[in-house]
Every structure is written in C-alpha cells, then in structure tokens.
C-alpha cells in the first residue's frame, strides 16, 4: 500500500476532513470537518457520552468502537473531562447517539480519504 494513502486515512481518522485536505481537495475536507464535529459537539452540548473500553456489556463495546472514530476528540475527552455524559438529562441518548454517528461517519470519511489516495476514487 501507498504511504500516502495510509497517511491520509491516518490524519482523516484523527481530524475529520484532514486527510482530504492533506489531498488538495481542500473544499471536501472542510464540509467534513464542519460536519462532522458540529455533530460531536451537538452531542457534547446536549449531554452525550464518550464511552470508554468496557467489557461488562457488549453493547459498550460497540459503542466504544463508534466513540473512537471521532479521533482528535475523543483523546481529548481522556485528557479532559468531556463527554462525560450527564444521564438524568432528557437529551442523554441523542447526544450519545450524535456522538457515536459522528464517530461512524467520520470512518467512512477516513475511507474515502484512503480510496482518493489510493487512485480508486477522484
């Protein structure tokens, strides 16, 4: 595999939109990144949770898998207490769930990085 490639699916992962910005396509990459964290950050807002590795339930391991697709952030939510999720608010599940979409979307947008890269997709 191309390094470049790996390169881009790499800085994608970790801030959405920057593997396609690290691509040229400059215009792609910002819609990602607006889209993606104004996502996160709605879920933060709204009192979601960042899971963290569990293995008392296999559901949060799923969602510690989404959670982690969100990159950047979700080491800062290690780093710093967000993400911690506030339970008896109403919004508690869609922001948990906004949190866990960004994280799947932006996989998908780390692969689509990856297949610019690689010359299997303009």
């Not at 390094?3 to 593997?19: D, E, M, N, V, Y």
């Not at 296999?58 to 952030?73: E, N, Y």
């Amino acid at each position: 595999m191309k390094t470049r490639a790996i390169l881009s699916l790499i800085l994608s992962w970790f801030i959405p939109g920057l593997g396609h910005i690290f691509l040229k396509k400059y215009a792609r990459g910002l819609v990602f990144f607006l889209c993606i964290s104004c996502m996160a950050a709605l879920g933060l807002f709204i009192g979601g949770k960042i899971y963290s590795f569990q293995t008392e339930n296999p559901l949060t391991i799923l969602a510690f898998f989404s959670d982690l697709g969100i990159g950047a952030l979700y080491v800062l939510s290690k780093i710093i207490p967000i993400g911690l999720g506030n339970i008896k608010a109403v919004t508690f599940e869609f922001g948990t769930a906004y949190i866990a979409g960004a994280g799947l979307l932006n996989y998908l947008v780390a692969l689509d990085a990856f297949d610019i890269a690689s010359g299997k997709k303009k």
